[in-house]
């Protein structure tokens, strides 16, 4: 079974998003039983809430149900994982600078290196914006999970 972890600051916008996302997209493509994913933050400030409720709606609004619980990344979370996966480089320079060995540090990747249509550089921050930022997140969120789900049929 191939691990997933998604990362963002805080595990409730972005990270908790593309989990729910990819759990559905998982679905969908019959990968459920082969696909393991969770989500974290670098912070901790928002342990134990559910993802924030502004993305919440706007995903419900596409069909995902966001269930996850914001924690931060662990230790163990650089053994657990096959793929860490920040969303944007401020994440992925956090997570190398967590990562104790080389092994580690090979599994961090940035969300936007699996963008099949989009050109974005990394996953905005939709916290402190409005509307169109939830759904800018959720539309690249659904893109590069979609070429997600064909880097996982290759592997």
């Known amino acids: ?14 990270s908790a998003a593309a989990e729910g ?15 393991h994913v969770d989500s974290a ?3 901790s400030v928002h342990q134990g809430d559910r993802a924030d409720a502004r993305m919440r709606g706007h995903a419900e609004r596409r069909g995902y ?17 096959d793929l860490i996966i920040g969303m944007d480089d401020s994440n992925v320079v956090d997570l190398m600078d967590r990562a104790v060995t080389l092994e580690h540090q090979k599994k961090i990747h940035k969300m936007t290196e699996f ?21 800018l997140v959720l539309d690249l969120l659904e893109d590069s999970c979609d070429g997600l789900i064909d880097y996982c049929k290759t592997i």
């Open 65 to 81: 149900d966001l269930t996850s619980i914001s924690r931060p990344v662990k230790f163990d979370d650089f053994e657990k994982f």
């Open 115 to 135: 963008c099949k249509k989009y050109d974005d550089k990394y996953i905005p921050d939709p916290y402190y914006g409005g509307a169109s930022g939830f759904e």
């Open 41 to 43: 933050g670098i912070l």
């Open 1 to 14: 079974m191939l691990h997933i972890l998604f990362v963002c600051l805080g595990n409730i916008c972005r």
């Open 21 to 35: 996302i990819m759990k559905y997209k998982l679905e969908k493509n019959g990968l459920s039983d082969s696909v």
